[in-house]
Each structure stands twice: as C-alpha cells, then as structure tokens.
C-alpha cells in the first residue's frame, strides 16, 4: 500500500468501528498501559510500517509500543491461544539494544514457536518432547529481525512440527479463529495468524511446509506469501527444510509490510547449499510498480481430484472477475499431471524431515520418546520412519523435483495462476488433530493441501489476498503462484489489488473491539 492510497489511522478506526459495531464475539479486551500516550486503538490500526514511522516521528516510543503489545496479548490470549511463550522481560531489556534508525525500529513482533531459536528462550515445535529445550544460539533469520529493529517479545502457536493445517496439540491447546472461535486459524502458522487478526501484533513469523503461511493467512483475512525456495535463510541448523519443502516468510495485514520484511530476510547466508536469483530492485519499489497486463492462469479443479466448496469457487469467481476489471487476460487452465504420486513423495520428505529432528533430541536425552512425548500420529510416524530407506528418500526427492521442471514448462505462457486456497471450506477447530486415530486422520488430511504443497514442491513463490469472506463471515483467501523467483510480479499484483479493493476495514469482531477503543 503507498502513501497514496493508504487508509489513515482515523479513516481505518472509524471504518471497522462502523462496519462491525456491536459484533464482538468476545468480552472486551483489557485497557492499555496507563502510562503509554497511544491508544491501543490506535496501535491495533496501524501496520509495521505505520508504527515504525510513528516511532521515528517521536509520536510513540519502542516502550510504549512493547507495553500496548502486552497488554493486547493478556487481554485477548485467553480467547484465541494465539501466543504459546511470552517473552516479555527479554522484549524489555532488549529496547536497550534496538538501533532507533532501523527500518522497523521498536515494533513488537513474534516468531513462531517452530523451526527458529531465539537464544535462551525455548522453541517448543508444539512438542511436549521439546517443552525444555533452550536454544544456544539464534537462527539467522531472527538476527535480522532483530537487526530490522523488531522486538520479540514471545512465540506464537504452532502444532508439534507443523504437521497439519490447524493449530491444536497436546502441549499448547487450541488456537481459535478471532472471526468466529469455533472456526480454525488455520495451521500451521495459526497462532502467528491470530495474533496478526486479533491486533496483538501487525505481523508475525510464519513457515510454510505445505501452505502453513498461506492457510492461516486465508482463514483470518490476511497476506500470505510463501516466498521462492531458499529466498530467506534456515540457518546455521539446517539449511533448507524438509528437504527443500518448507520455507519461511510472515503473515501481516498489508501487502508493503510483506514486501518490507522480505526485503529485510532474503538473501543467501554464509554457507547456505543454494539460493535463487537475487531481486533486481527491493521489494518495497515494486509496490508502485503497475504489474503491466498480467496472463492468468485460472485454476478451478483440484489435481488430486477433491471437490471444491463453494466459498473457494465464490471466492475464485470474485477475483478473476477483479483481476480482469484491472486489465489482466484470466483465462482457464488445467495443471499439467496428476499429483497423487506427489502426495507421496511429499509425505516422505516431510515425515524423513521431522523423525530426524526427534532422533536428535532422543540422543540429547539419551532415551526415545513415548506417548508422553508425542501425539500419536507424529509417535507413528517415528516408529515407522526407519522403514523408509534411502532409496525410498531419493526417489521422492527427485519426484518433488520433477515437477519444477514440468511447472516452468507449463507457465511458460503464464505469468500468474490463480485458483482456490484449498478445496475445503475455512475448517472448524477439531476437524483435524494428531489426537485421531491414525486411520482417521489419514482420512481426514485428505484435501487440504491440493493447491498449496505443489508450490512447496516447485519452490515457487505462491501468496494468499483476503478478498472474500463465507456466509458465516469466515475470510476465504484468494491464491496466487507465480514463476520461480518471480516474487516481484506477485508484489506488484499484490499491491494494485489492494489499492482497488482495500481489505483495512474488513476486521475480525476481535479487532474490531479494540477499535472501538
């Protein structure tokens, strides 16, 4: 969002105040710090950018910014279950440390409480076997958060090691939807999602293995991008993801705080096995930049063959029709191959990637873990893990690689494709857990993931808009994947969308009762 088209503090205030009055589903938030000069009103409106400029300014302190963020997070956590770890007391006595000219000096911020450490605090992975073990060091990634100027001041929920598309486990509870409790945030960067929905936070850290970014950013009517394999560091533990799946970005509510922290967080890290091309121009540049007459692929039947709801074609449907009222050429595309084989070879590399990460803390403990330690699906696949043999491995691996070639042939011709987030609608909160017998929720993990894993596997940028919302007034975001690399193209997109369809005064009923003020 430019200058020039963003909604001011007072425009946004009185919007979602007009637009959701007395449709709080919760009881009202706590007051802000007694001592602070901003209104948590004003602090729930405004977007990393926005706060940093405020700071800048001199209008609000680092301080009062960490107190608001707090205070927000005691006030609503109860509800939603959004932040696992409150790291408050680290959050103060790291304001001594922010450099006050860096781009994002002072905003409060959190990590997802999987795949980064933050020295001397825990990083759980959802997991009871992981409950206590204190990082040494801190991820790169998180250096240069810190280096931004954000100040992290607790983790956000996550299920144990990211493995479904809902935030629930044994260790942390549920995280709930601040659109509607009974619905999910999504997963697995749900409770990164619901901070950023509920105003506790402008935009938080997310990773995306399958959709993890793009699910939860589509459930609570937020920017998703899932960046280009590799575009942002994994480091110095591994360096990549479940072997090449899984990588690492926000969820934030406006496409310039996307834009921004990207340009922050890419780039190679010293010893890192690979990269892709470094952008021409920074990402925050591309926001004025009109993306020019776009080819549009649009994708309306999943490939694995799983029937799509309504609200996603609805969904579809509306965006398409916006797409080619900005002067964009849509037209109808099928994916090029079945991907039941992909599936496959995902599951692999995914299960190969987590039980190696708990045979490693077995050995720290010096015993295996047992129903105490893991839920039941996560504990099976470890007992089945040492069955899959490097071969086995391999040949997944080069499947999942197999398809990026196929996609860069396919688009071709294509600049952009556009097609549903998932083919389910948004999910109630117990509709999939690793409490389920296995049998169970084998079946019901089928469908969430046709539309997302494909770009996990590709490596290719991939980013959800909230654009539309059910009947139930749950958000259903609008899915988008460009070519390998090609991020810019999706910014550009990004960015002339919003400023002809602003999503700022669509708020959750959570948000919304701070608003209120």
Request: proline fraction near 7%; include cysteine; glycine fraction near 8%.
């Amino acid at each position: 969002m430019t200058d020039k088209t963003s909604l001011s503090r007072r425009e946004f205030v009185q919007g979602a105040a007009a637009l959701t009055a007395g449709a709080a589903l919760f009881p009202p938030g706590a007051a802000a710090a007694g001592t602070s000069k901003m209104a948590l009103r004003d602090y729930a409106a405004e977007d990393a950018t926005g706060l940093a400029a405020l700071v800048k300014r001199g209008e609000v302190s680092a301080a009062e910014l960490l107190e608001l963020a707090i205070a927000r997070t005691e006030a609503v956590n109860g509800a939603i279950n959004a932040v696992c770890l409150k790291h408050y007391e680290e959050a103060r006595a790291a304001l001594k440390t922010i450099d006050p000219k860096a781009p994002l000096a002072g905003v409060p911020f959190l990590l997802k409480d999987l795949g980064v450490q933050l020295k001397g605090t825990v990083t759980s992975n959802g997991s009871r076997f992981f409950a206590d073990r204190v990082a040494s060091h801190t991820s790169t990634v998180v250096q240069r958060y810190q280096a931004a100027g954000l100040n992290i001041f607790g983790k956000a929920t996550s299920p144990e090691f990211g493995q479904i598309p809902n935030t629930v486990s044994t260790l942390w509870g549920k995280t709930r939807n601040p659109w509607n409790p009974e619905y999910s945030a999504g997963g697995s960067s749900g409770g990164s999602a619901a901070a950023v929905a509920a105003g506790i936070v402008p935009a938080a850290h997310a990773t995306d293995g399958g959709g993890s970014i793009r699910f939860p950013a589509a459930m609570c009517g937020l920017v998703g991008l899932k960046p280009t394999r590799a575009r942002t560091p994994l480091g110095p533990d591994k360096s990549e993801g479940w072997s090449g799946l899984s990588c690492g970005h926000v969820v934030s509510r406006s496409v310039r705080d996307t834009a921004l922290l990207l340009d922050l967080t890419q780039g190679p890290e010293p010893g890192a096995a690979y990269w892709p091309p470094a952008p021409s121009d920074s990402y925050v540049n591309e926001l004025a930049r009109e993306p020019g007459k776009l080819r549009i692929g649009l994708i309306t039947a999943s490939p694995m063959g799983t029937p799509v709801h309504q609200d996603n074609l609805d969904a579809l449907s509306k965006t398409a029709a916006l797409c080619r009222s900005l002067g964009h050429e849509v037209r109808e595309a099928v994916l090029p191959e079945p991907f039941a084989k992909l599936m496959e070879s995902f599951g692999t590399l995914s299960i190969v990637g987590v039980c190696s990460q708990i045979r490693d803390r077995a050995r720290e403990l010096g015993r295996e873990p047992g129903p105490d330690d893991l839920e039941p699906v996560v504990l099976g696949y470890y007992k089945m893990a040492p069955s899959i043999s490097a071969l086995d491995y391999e040949a997944a691996r080069q499947s999942v690689q197999r398809l990026g070639f196929t996609m860069n042939t396919f688009m071709q011709d294509i600049d952009v494709l556009l097609m549903p987030m998932a083919p389910r609608a948004p999910w109630k909160v117990d509709d999939v857990t690793l409490v389920m017998p296995t049998e169970e929720f084998y079946k019901k993990a089928v469908g969430y993931s046709d539309f997302s894993a494909i770009f996990n596997a590709t490596g290719q940028p991939a980013m959800t808009l909230p654009l539309h919302e059910n009947a139930a007034a749950i958000p259903v975001g609008a899915h988008f994947a460009a070519r390998y690399g090609d991020e810019k193209t999706l910014i550009r997109l990004a960015a002339q969308i919003e400023r002809a369809a602003p999503w700022h005064r669509r708020v959750s009923p959570l948000l919304a009762e701070a608003l209120k003020g």
